[in-house]
């Protein structure tokens, strides 16, 4: 059973572009979760999403950050028009059905550069 | 705010002996998790207590959780040079939200 997957493992993008992460949860695994981290700094939690649905979405960015994960194929963050303040580690996360936190599963991120 | 607060930043140890982080948090929690984050690398799940829980172990790794003081404690018994890495707690709030909360993380450098 392979781990969460995301690629690309490293993104460089200049200012304005756009950068799409992907991230395949585990088998069976219907919650995604995403985060961002900053240098020296702990995960923050950015969107939680289930199949085709957006469950919580209290810590995306309001412009130009997006996720989805649709019935088919991986969950998809995408930030639009990047500037040099998105250069972070992602981490993705997936759990299986169910509530009150239940041990969630990290990929081994993708770190974004903006130059 | 961060929900969990690691404590302290950093920790230079020699190997062999025991190392405690603690974690506080300010909200009602379903339950609170420690992960371990190699440099570089994602995180890894150490351990997941439950809000009715006061200790739990796991291997050289042993948990507690005071609920009434918002607070968690991580003890590293016997201590090896592959332990160094950064260790975080996260915590899942109460009331059916889900979603991990993390805090900055404690550093963990064990010197051999």
Not at chain 1, 16 to 32: D, I, N, T
Not at chain 2, 61 to 67: A, Y
Request: hydrophobic fraction near 30%.
């Amino acid at each position: 059973n392979a781990g969460v997957m995301q690629n690309p493992r490293h993104l460089v993008r200049r200012r304005g572009q756009e950068a799409r992460l992907r991230c395949s949860p585990m088998k069976g695994h219907s919650h995604v979760y995403w985060y961002r981290q900053l240098p020296e700094e702990g995960l923050k939690f950015m969107v939680y999403l289930q199949k085709e649905n957006i469950i919580d979405e209290s810590g995306m960015p309001k412009e130009r950050f997006s996720a989805e994960f649709p019935k088919e194929g991986p969950s998809i963050l995408r930030i639009q028009q990047v500037v040099r303040g998105d250069s972070a580690a992602y981490f993705c996360a997936s759990s299986p059905p169910g509530r009150g936190g239940t041990e969630a599963f990290f990929g081994q991120g993708t770190r974004l550069t903006v130059v | 705010s961060q929900q969990g607060e690691e404590d302290p930043q950093a920790l230079s140890i020699q190997e062999g002996e025991n190392a405690t982080m603690n974690c506080s948090y300010k909200t009602s929690i379903n339950n609170l998790q420690w992960y371990r984050q190699n440099s570089g690398r994602g995180l890894v799940h150490l351990i997941l207590i439950r809000s009715n829980e006061r200790e739990k172990h796991s291997g050289r790794l042993r948990v507690t959780l005071d609920t009434s003081k918002k607070s968690s404690s991580l003890l590293i018994t016997a201590s090896r040079a592959a332990d160094t890495a950064s260790y975080f707690c996260a915590t899942t709030p109460g009331g059916g939200a889900d979603g991990l909360t993390f805090g900055k993380g404690t550093h963990l450098i064990i010197q051999p």
